[in-house]
């Protein structure tokens, strides 16, 4: 790809000409994204949102043998301390029994820092870093204020590989560049394509002298894929969708969350790239088949019944495997419609909301639709081509499905919430909170111990919304002894009046 030459990705605005800001139905969205009306989109009154930062953050930190600098003010790191028990539990996971938790440092740029500079702080830091723990890489995470004051971040990362073990990744997340957090996905991965990957073989198959050995690895590697998770995939998540690539007979290379860095080095000699979200993984599995000649595929999220089976039928079709992946979905398909049919009659007819990252939330979506429940507004976090598959079919059975494009915005959530009256919520906790707040029963989208991939994934979502749904006196209680923070007459507002029109630039 021209964009890897170069420092920076490009913003997910001019890349993917992705929209954050709509309201409406889902049924008139795919035209006006296509037609690029969306494009300057902007909202009048803007409540809390998120910064690329912060998935970077999550999937940085869980990386083996990984110290993560934050170069900026303290503040930038502070999110890390919520991340501590997810990260010792995948590093757990990986095969530590004695999990260290997130390797970080922070340059604490003050204000001195901000007129004379920082670039003399970050220098200090990496080699701290190296000298304190002897990581194999080291993550320099620029924030806002050296993007600002204009530090150069790459200038002194070239300057100290040298000097260090340790390979070093510049990754530029500065927060005010983009109002699309999934851009911290292209920056990770763009960091990696440029300092880690280059596609030479220093795995001990590059200096086999056993014939045999060499023969052996080479079948290994025509049935080795690389699993793309994300930081919102759990370990059981993991295990499902390695169980299934293992019943159609490959072996799996995962990567980013959770991995060491010899992961990404052994990239480029697998058969396939196989993503589990488009929005997370397309600019890397892009290069992969673009430079070394690695296909992939990943346009379905494999949440839900029909979702998984198409995930499952794209892979096989790559590798010929489509006899053996049909009897996998015919034998878990119907041990799954055993398993729910007894939930079923408890969730016919029920309705739902939900809300989290675009291709999480249409894929939960249709598998609620799956279970017999109906949708009533989906608010995924921004929109692309990329949920154009999920929307479409949403669409199909019900094209009046409100559809709120909107990170964070709990002003508009609200609103919507109060208008639609859902039987259930489903989010990230602080999307459910807003929810809880209505009286609505809740259920999260994403926790680290539970699953929700695959069949074992669909039947467990099934099973937790049935014990919800059988009790919502918690939240209905709640509702009458909180206060909520805005007016009783917004409300009786169009949620959506403050997404505007943009100025079309020149």
Same mark, same amino acid.
């Given at each position: 790809?021209?964009?890897?030459?170069?420092?920076?990705?490009?913003?997910?605005?001019?890349?993917?000409?992705?929209?954050?800001?709509?309201?409406?139905?889902?049924?008139?969205?795919?035209?006006?994204?296509?037609?690029?009306?969306?494009?300057?989109?902007?909202?009048?009154?803007?409540?809390?949102?998120?910064?690329?930062?912060?998935?970077?953050?999550?999937?940085?930190?869980?990386?083996?043998?990984?110290?993560?600098?934050?170069?900026?003010?303290?503040?930038?790191?502070?999110?890390?301390?919520?991340?501590?028990?997810?990260?010792?539990?995948?590093?757990?996971?990986?095969?530590?029994?004695?999990?260290?938790?997130?390797?970080?440092?922070?340059?604490?740029?003050?204000?001195?820092?901000?007129?004379?500079?920082?670039?003399?702080?970050?220098?200090?830091?990496?080699?701290?870093?190296?000298?304190?723990?002897?990581?194999?890489?080291?993550?320099?995470?620029?924030?806002?204020?050296?993007?600002?004051?204009?530090?150069?971040?790459?200038?002194?990362?070239?300057?100290?590989?040298?000097?260090?073990?340790?390979?070093?990744?510049?990754?530029?997340?500065?927060?005010?560049?983009?109002?699309?957090?999934?851009?911290?996905?292209?920056?990770? +991965?763009?960091?990696?394509?440029?300092?880690?990957?280059?596609?030479?073989?220093?795995?001990?198959?590059?200096?086999?002298?056993?014939?045999?050995?060499?023969?052996?690895?080479?079948?290994?590697?025509?049935?080795?894929?690389?699993?793309?998770?994300?930081?919102?995939?759990?370990?059981?998540?993991?295990?499902?969708?390695?169980?299934?690539?293992?019943?159609?007979?490959? @072996?799996?290379?995962?990567?980013?969350?959770?991995?060491?860095?010899?992961?990404?080095?052994?990239?480029?000699?697998?058969?396939?790239?196989?993503?589990?979200?488009?929005?997370?993984?397309?600019?890397?599995?892009?290069?992969?088949?673009?430079?070394?000649?690695?296909?992939?595929?990943?346009?379905?999220?494999?949440?839900?019944?029909?979702?998984?089976?198409?995930?499952?039928?794209?892979?096989?079709?790559?590798?010929?495997?489509?006899?053996?992946?049909?009897?996998?979905?015919?034998?878990?398909?119907?041990?799954?419609?055993?398993?729910?049919?007894?939930?079923?009659?408890?969730?016919?007819?029920?309705?739902?909301?939900?809300?989290?990252?675009?291709?999480?939330?249409?894929?939960?979506?249709?598998?609620?639709?799956?279970?017999?429940? @109906?949708?009533?507004?989906?608010?995924?976090?921004?929109?692309?081509?990329?949920?154009?598959?999920?929307?479409?079919?949403?669409?199909?059975?019900?094209?009046?499905?409100?559809?709120?494009?909107?990170?964070?915005?709990?002003?508009?959530?609200?609103?919507?919430?109060?208008?639609?009256?859902?039987?259930?919520?489903?989010?990230?906790?602080?999307?459910?909170?807003?929810?809880?707040?209505?009286?609505?029963?809740?259920?999260?989208?994403?926790?680290?111990?539970?699953?929700?991939?695959?069949?074992?994934?669909?039947?467990?979502?099934?099973?937790?919304?049935?014990?919800?749904?059988?009790?919502?006196? +918690?939240?209905?209680?709640?509702?009458?002894?909180?206060?909520?923070?805005?007016?009783?007459?917004?409300?009786?507002?169009?949620? +959506?009046?403050?997404?505007?029109?943009?100025?079309?630039?020149?």
């Amino acid at each position: 790809m021209s964009y890897l030459e170069g420092k920076v990705a490009p913003i997910r605005e001019d890349r993917l000409g992705t929209c954050i800001e709509f309201g409406g139905v889902i049924g008139d969205i795919v035209q006006p994204f296509c037609d690029g009306c969306l494009k300057n989109r902007i909202r009048g009154f803007s409540q809390g949102t998120i910064c690329q930062l912060l998935p970077s953050l999550a999937i940085l930190t869980s990386l083996q043998e990984t110290v993560v600098i934050v170069h900026g003010a303290v503040g930038c790191g502070g999110a890390v301390h919520s991340l501590g028990a997810s990260v010792r539990l995948g590093q757990w996971r990986s095969g530590d029994k004695n999990p260290k938790g997130a390797l970080w440092l922070s340059t604490n740029l003050n204000e001195q820092d901000v007129t004379q500079g920082g670039e003399e702080k970050l220098r200090e830091a990496i080699l701290e870093s190296d000298k304190r723990y002897r990581p194999d890489a080291i993550v320099v995470l620029s924030t806002c204020v050296p993007g600002i004051i204009g530090d150069d971040v790459d200038g002194v990362a070239n300057d100290l590989r040298d000097q260090i073990s340790a390979a070093l990744l510049p990754v530029h997340c500065e927060g005010f560049k983009t109002k699309v957090m999934a851009t911290a996905y292209d920056a990770i +991965f763009h960091s990696f394509l440029r300092n880690v990957i280059d596609g030479h073989d220093d795995t001990e198959f590059s200096v086999y002298d056993n014939e045999a050995a060499v023969a052996a690895e080479s079948i290994r590697r025509k049935r080795l894929v690389n699993l793309m998770n994300v930081s919102s995939m759990t370990g059981p998540d993991q295990n499902e969708l390695t169980r299934l690539l293992n019943k159609l007979g490959l @072996e799996v290379n995962m990567l980013p969350c959770d991995a060491h860095p010899d992961a990404f080095r052994m990239a480029p000699f697998a058969a396939l790239s196989v993503g589990v979200c488009p929005t997370h993984d397309d600019y890397f599995m892009g290069y992969l088949e673009e430079k070394f000649g690695v296909p992939f595929v990943g346009s379905q999220m494999p949440i839900g019944i029909e979702n998984t089976g198409i995930w499952l039928r794209h892979v096989a079709a790559r590798l010929n495997l489509e006899e053996t992946a049909e009897r996998v979905i015919t034998t878990e398909t119907e041990e799954l419609k055993r398993a729910i049919e007894p939930i079923l009659p408890s969730l016919k007819g029920k309705t739902a909301m939900l809300s989290a990252g675009e291709i999480r939330t249409l894929a939960t979506a249709v598998l609620l639709q799956e279970l017999g429940m @109906e949708i009533l507004a989906v608010r995924p976090y921004h929109y692309d081509k990329f949920g154009a598959v999920d929307v479409e079919h949403l669409a199909k059975i019900n094209p009046s499905i409100r559809l709120n494009v909107a990170t964070a915005q709990p002003f508009e959530a609200v609103n919507i919430i109060n208008r639609a009256k859902p039987d259930l919520y489903i989010g990230h906790n602080s999307d459910n909170v807003w929810a809880a707040k209505c009286g609505v029963s809740v259920l999260p989208i994403y926790g680290t111990n539970s699953i929700y991939s695959g069949y074992a994934g669909a039947y467990d979502i099934a099973r937790r919304i049935h014990r919800h749904l059988a009790n919502t006196s +918690f939240n209905e209680k709640l509702s009458r002894h909180v206060r909520q923070p805005y007016r009783d007459s917004w409300y009786r507002e169009d949620p +959506f009046k403050y997404i505007k029109r943009g100025e079309l630039s020149a």
